[in-house]
């Protein structure tokens, strides 16, 4: 009887996890890659603003996630769409190339960012070449490609779990340090510029995530599963990213004018054991981040096999990984970290406003609605 209790238990937390906390690590490991993780999107996003306007900015950042999210799980739920090509389908209807078109430009936007801070880190932390990093990062995510949807589940979701350890660590080493430096940015501190404008707009192209996500959703059984879930998703996503940049208030304003600025805090901290196991944590996020961009194109094209009536073969998989990052890693080759960040996202996050956030929050909200209304007409029906 106890071994079935026991049993029965593991199983409610391991529900209750799938549910309600998988989505939002998957969402957020995605998310985390060579720019937030490593501080540069902070700096370009929200400490231009000041210590309380990118402060601010964030919380925008937070509510537009946990909002757009939570319409978006429930749309998935009702609509079916647990890859991008049926979900956009649905909600887009022939316009949903748009969505593709916008979703690969990013895509290799970001990977692009992923293979130079790569290169990055193992230049700056190592000595060695650039190309050992690049070297690296393709090699763990085309393992990962190649595994497939549920060694990918394990990895986003693990990962972020020591993430949301290490982060809170150093967060909480830096600021037994430096504290009063993060109090004193702070005091008589003004909120500058659109820190609004630009929460928003790093929470439109970052929604790049949810295509991404959309492969563990089939967890989500009700309409209430599915917006809660969404709502805890936007939070998960923004609290590492919240760490990293009260620790970069340490640094402020210096920090801004640098290329991965939590190498710049690390070595503030003059410690070499966590310097590598930050290090380690914050390439595994590079992994994360490329894995689970790559695999919602390759879901993406393993759909349309499947209604051929045709398996998807492995190789292909990796194939595709490999070769979509390789020609993002010339990106990266050509164009700097910092440039490609203030550049390329800025443009396309009003593009992600136009061809996702406004159709969720208009035609997604409107056939939500109307489902649960026609739900209820059966119900009222039924009992009369």
Known sequence: MAAREKVKAVE?????????????FVFQSVIIGGGYGTGREIAEFF??????????GMGVTAIAWSAVLALAFEYARLSRGYNYRTFFKSLLGPLW???EVLYLLISILVLAVLGSAAGEIFSSSLGWPRVFGVIALLSGVGVFAYLGGKAIERLL?????????????????V??????KIALAFEGGTATGAWHVDGLRYASYNLLALAA??????????????????????LIGVIPGVFIYLAMLTQYPDIQAAPVPVLKLLESLKSPWFFVVFQVVLFGTFIETGTGILHSLNERIASVFEEKGRLFPRWARFVIAVGVLVCAIFLARAVGIIELIAEGYGALSYAFIAVVILPLV??????????KQNKEM???YELG
């Not at 035609?363 to 609605?369: D, K, T």
């Open 175 to 180: 600021a037994s340090v430096f504290g009063d």
């Open 47 to 56: 400490l231009s603003h000041g210590a309380l306007g990118g402060l601010l």
């Open 12 to 24: 409610m937390a391991r529900s209750f996890f799938d549910t309600y906390l998988l989505p939002g």
């Open 362 to 371: 208009t035609i997604g909200l409107f056939r939500i609605v109307k489902a």
């Open 378 to 380: 059966e119900a009222a």
């Open 157 to 173: 979701a693990s990962w972020s779990i020591i993430l949301y350890a290490v982060y809170g660590f150093f967060l909480i080493w």
């Open 97 to 99: 190339r748009a969505f």
């Open 213 to 234: 996500v959309l492969f563990v959703l089939p967890h989500l059984k009700t309409r209430r599963e599915a917006l809660m879930s969404g709502a805890i998703a936007g």
